[in-house]
């Protein structure tokens, strides 16, 4: 069973999957999710192994990582085999247990938000909030 294959289907009829859902949460790109699955199954690597394996320039897979490190899903440690020079990086995803759980907590605090959001929207339409 692929990850991309599975789908929700919402209130309105509309069907989508993790990667919508985690653009929409994160702004996870579909190469952001690239790098995500390749961390999560493949196990650490550099940025030189995952430009090669997911046939991706070196900018694209950098901006890749440095967001999903910012979200918290991956984490980057200096590679203990570098000599000299510019230092390079091991990237690897967190425990997938730890990031579902966050994913989870997030995505219940989105809907708390939505939630607030259209309980003012709706109950007082005078506030003057743009829709």
Same mark, same amino acid.
């Given at each position: 069973?692929?990850? /991309?294959?599975?789908?929700?289907?919402?209130?309105?009829?509309?069907?989508? =999957?993790? @990667?919508?859902a985690?653009?929409?949460?994160?702004? @996870?790109?579909?190469t952001?999710? /690239?790098?995500?699955?390749?961390?999560?199954?493949? =196990?650490?690597?550099?940025?030189?192994?995952?430009?090669?394996?997911?046939?991706?320039?070196?900018?694209?897979?950098?901006?890749?990582?440095?967001?999903?490190?910012?979200?918290?899903?991956?984490?980057?440690?200096?590679? /203990?085999?570098?000599?000299?020079?510019?230092?390079? &990086?091991? &990237?690897?995803?967190?425990?997938?247990?730890?990031? @579902?759980?966050?994913?989870?907590?997030?995505?219940? &605090?989105?809907?708390?938000?939505f939630?607030?959001?259209?309980? @003012?929207?709706?109950?007082?339409?005078?506030?003057?909030?743009?829709?």
């Amino acid at each position: 069973m692929e990850v /991309q294959k599975l789908k929700v289907r919402l209130p309105s009829g509309k069907e989508v =999957g993790l @990667v919508e859902a985690l653009g929409f949460c994160y702004d @996870v790109s579909d190469t952001d999710f /690239q790098v995500l699955l390749t961390l999560t199954s493949g =196990g650490p690597k550099t940025e030189d192994e995952l430009s090669a394996s997911l046939k991706l320039s070196k900018a694209s897979v950098n901006r890749s990582v440095n967001k999903l490190i910012s979200i918290g899903f991956i984490e980057r440690a200096k590679d /203990q085999n570098s000599k000299g020079g510019r230092p390079r &990086y091991i &990237y690897k995803s967190i425990d997938p247990e730890l990031m @579902v759980s966050k994913i989870g907590k997030d995505f219940e &605090y989105c809907a708390k938000l939505f939630g607030d959001l259209a309980h @003012v929207e709706i109950k007082n339409p005078e506030t003057g909030i743009s829709r």
